[in-house]
């Protein structure tokens, strides 16, 4: 069984960065998918970004392209999402979410979320 683990959120102000971390474990995870969602208050969740993790090639929200940076350590199976110029409107719960069918359109692993809040 998968579990995976999120960290790393906290309150930080408009134009701050914050680093979410995820560490994965029970499985071996070269053919995995992994990436990370939010859900802010009132609203449906969102993809962020992924990570395949064989190649290391990554996707991105428009939303967040260019801010937001996804990556990989294969020694720790984590992966981590660097979040630089945050705006008030990436307050939310951030999701970890991995899947080994190659696609995050329906996740089977989710992680328990952790909060960010970006103030103004």
């Known amino acids: 069984q998968v579990q995976l683990v999120e960290s790393g959120g906290g309150l930080v102000q408009a134009g701050g960065s914050l680093r979410l971390s995820c560490a994965a474990s029970?499985?071996?995870?070269?053919?995995?998918?992994m990436g990370w969602f939010r859900q802010a208050p009132g609203k449906e969740r969102e993809f962020v970004g992924a990570i395949r993790w064989s190649s290391g090639s990554t996707l991105y929200a428009d939303s967040v392209k260019g801010r937001f940076t996804i990556s990989r350590d294969n020694a720790k199976t984590t992966v981590y999402l660097q979040m630089n110029s945050l705006k008030p409107e990436d307050t939310a719960v951030y999701y970890c979410a991995a899947d080994y069918s190659g696609s995050l359109s329906k996740p089977t692993y989710w992680g328990q979320g952790t909060q960010v809040t970006v103030s103004s």
């Open positions: 029970g499985r071996a995870f070269n053919r995995y998918i």
